[in-house]
């Protein structure tokens, strides 16, 4: 099994993607790191601890990271995510497991340097954890496996989810993202221009009736399917993060290209958008691949399958 670090900032679609990735038996989890993003680093790690006792995995171990971005000040989504970050839907839970002492980068540089080239960084949140890492450590560059990130936009340009042109994860930290993409890693971005073709409906939720997830499943993307609708039209939410996830585990599911890409981090009409070099322009060398399609029906069906188990 591959052995990943799954870094988040526990809002709805996070949340999904941990429990894609514990269910699907396929990934060795050594730890899940927390980010200040969707909500407060709080929310996240309460949020994050629910979720695995959901799952009964009380062995997986939770290390907090981050409570503010690298540099800039912190902004959440609490219109998308709800007040706690994951719908309201676990109000009732109390939280028994307990947060681990070690600080979250201080996790990556410890466990990257006990399985050097083994580990896959999979982060779906802001990528202020890494940054930190690898100020603090430069050496670990060159043990870390892959960096696989769910973030960005770059040929649906005018579709961002935060501003036109940009994604809220690198939105949320942009020089994060701007120091991470330079420091010659094995990336591949999972960007909104394949996320968005990835779309949960109370069709798809209906399937896991009778299992332990269909309630939590149900109750917590209500908001955030709400949120789809107001904006499109339909109620349904897209399974940003459970893709990441689900690329990890069959890279099929999307197609790639090798590709240059710089964070901008100064103007405030475009701050944290991806611009990603197609053409060349630029004369520097791809350090990332980026999605430019994928099957979103295979997916989804695989997803929700997956949680049925």
């Known amino acids: 099994m591959e052995k990943i670090i799954l870094d988040v900032d526990t809002g709805i679609d996070d949340a999904l993607a941990i429990l894609y990735?514990?269910?699907?038996?396929?990934?060795?989890?050594?730890?899940?790191?927390?980010?200040?993003?969707?909500?407060?680093?709080?929310?996240?790690?309460?949020?994050?601890?629910?979720?695995?006792?959901?799952?009964?995995?009380?062995?997986?171990?939770?290390?907090?990271?981050?409570?503010?971005?690298?540099?800039?000040?912190?902004?959440?989504?609490?219109?998308v995510h709800g007040t706690d970050g994951i719908g309201n839907a676990l109000d009732d839970m109390e939280v028994t497991m307990e947060l681990e002492d070690t600080f979250a980068?201080?996790?990556?540089?410890?466990?990257?340097?006990?399985?050097?080239?083994?580990?896959?960084?999979?982060?779906?949140g802001p990528l202020t954890n890494l940054a930190l890492?690898?100020?603090?450590?430069?050496?670990?560059?060159?043990?870390?496996?892959?960096?696989?990130l769910m973030g960005g936009i770059v040929s649906?340009?005018?579709?961002?989810?935060?501003?036109?042109?940009?994604?809220?994860?690198?939105f949320a930290d942009a020089e994060a993202a701007k120091v991470v993409f330079h420091k010659g890693l094995d990336i591949?971005?999972?960007?909104?221009?394949?996320?968005?073709?990835?779309?949960?409906?109370?069709?798809?939720?209906?399937?896991?009736?009778?299992?332990?997830?269909?309630?939590?499943?149900?109750?917590?993307?209500?908001?955030?399917?709400?949120?789809?609708?107001?904006?499109?039209?339909?109620n349904e939410c897209s399974l940003h993060d459970p893709l990441t996830i689900g690329y990890v585990l069959d890279e099929s599911y999307?197609?790639?290209?090798?590709?240059?890409?710089?964070?901008e981090i100064q103007s405030p009409l475009s701050y944290g958008q991806t611009i990603a070099d197609f053409r060349g322009q630029l004369g520097k060398e791809p350090n990332m691949k980026v999605c430019t399609a994928v099957d979103g029906e295979r997916f989804v069906k695989d997803f929700i399958d997956t949680l049925k188990k």
């Open 133 to 148: 890492a690898m100020k603090k450590s430069p050496g670990i560059k060159h043990k870390i496996k892959r960096l696989v």
């Open 156 to 170: 649906k340009a005018g579709y961002g989810n935060k501003l036109p042109t940009s994604e809220f994860n690198i």
């Open 21 to 79: 990735a514990i269910e699907s038996k396929k990934l060795d989890i050594l730890g899940i790191t927390t980010v200040n993003g969707n909500v407060p680093l709080d929310f996240v790690t309460k949020n994050t601890l629910k979720i695995l006792q959901l799952a009964d995995r009380r062995d997986i171990k939770v290390y907090p990271g981050a409570e503010e971005p690298y540099l800039r000040e912190p902004e959440h989504e609490y219109h």
């Open 105 to 124: 980068a201080d996790f990556i540089i410890d466990t990257v340097n006990k399985y050097p080239g083994e580990v896959t960084l999979v982060m779906v």
């Open 188 to 234: 591949t971005m999972v960007s909104l221009d394949v996320t968005h073709q990835t779309q949960l409906n109370m069709d798809h939720i209906n399937e896991l009736e009778g299992t332990k997830y269909f309630d939590y499943v149900k109750d917590s993307t209500e908001i955030y399917r709400s949120y789809g609708e107001k904006l499109h039209g339909k």
């Open 254 to 263: 999307v197609e790639t290209v090798p590709v240059y890409v710089d964070v």
